[in-house]
């Protein structure tokens, strides 16, 4: 069983739409949640991390952490075509715990 | 504020073949990760330093990379000799002190190919 398990995709969403990506992790112990936004042939840039259960929201994104599931998740609102990318999912530990990081999803905004 | 600096940006070898990466971190930031990128996954982390020293190196192929971050700035990883599997993205990351909810930002990345 992977770490992190992400869909794969691609997840294809009409410009303007609501684009959600769900992320599963396997340590209980994880403590920290980030999402990344990788563009072809880029580097991961981050676009948000949690620690609480919940929601947060930051502009067009919101991600949803839900510890007792051990689910975490991002929706991209108003989903515009520089949003096209690979999302991934990465979980840590306590200190020192290393980031793992999911597959990735990649996202297709269509105009 | 400089982001974190790799070098060289792509590197074709064959086989067998040495190779070295360079990383220069952000300024102050005592933390510093290399991951490996294979085509289609996420990155795994290799090693991860603090300061000079190494925190996690438990996914790093010792009999064939090794890294090293002197002076607890710049840090080199070098792979000898090469197979054809490692051909991947190398990532240097960089966090203020490698807390848990700290942010890790990543440099360009060096492309390596091996024939």
């Known amino acids: 069983q992977k770490e992190v398990e992400q869909n794969s995709g691609p997840l294809s969403v009409p410009e303007g739409a609501i684009a959600s990506l769900n992320c599963t992790y396997s340590d209980r112990g994880s403590q920290s949640f980030f999402w990344y936004r990788q563009y072809s042939g880029k580097s991961p840039e981050l676009i948000m991390f949690?620690?609480?259960?919940g929601d947060k929201e930051d502009g067009r994104f919101t991600a949803q952490l839900n510890k007792a599931s051990q689910y975490v998740s991002l929706l991209i609102r108003d989903s515009q075509p520089s949003d096209s990318a690979t999302y991934l999912c990465?979980?840590?530990?306590?200190?020192?715990?290393?980031?793992?990081f999911g597959a990735g999803t990649q996202v297709v905004v269509t105009p | 504020e400089a982001g974190v600096a790799q070098s060289p940006r792509y590197k074709i070898i064959e086989k067998r073949q040495s190779v070295a990466f360079w990383c220069n971190p952000i300024s102050g930031h005592a933390t510093l990760y290399w991951y490996q990128q294979i085509l289609g996954q996420g990155p795994k982390l290799l090693i991860q330093?603090?300061?000079?020293?190494?925190?996690?190196d438990s996914q790093l192929p010792k009999d064939r990379f090794s890294a090293e971050r002197l002076k607890g700035v710049d840090s080199t990883l070098k792979i000898q000799p090469a197979k054809l599997e490692d051909s991947a993205v190398y990532l240097c990351?960089?966090?203020?002190?490698?807390?848990?909810?700290?942010?890790?930002?990543f440099g360009p990345g060096t492309r390596l190919l091996v024939l």
């Open positions: 330093f603090q300061n000079n020293g190494v925190v996690d």
């Open positions: 990465a979980v840590r530990g306590g200190s020192w715990g290393k980031l793992q």
């Open positions: 949690i620690y609480s259960n």
């Open positions: 990351a960089s966090s203020s002190q490698g807390a848990a909810i700290e942010t890790q930002y």
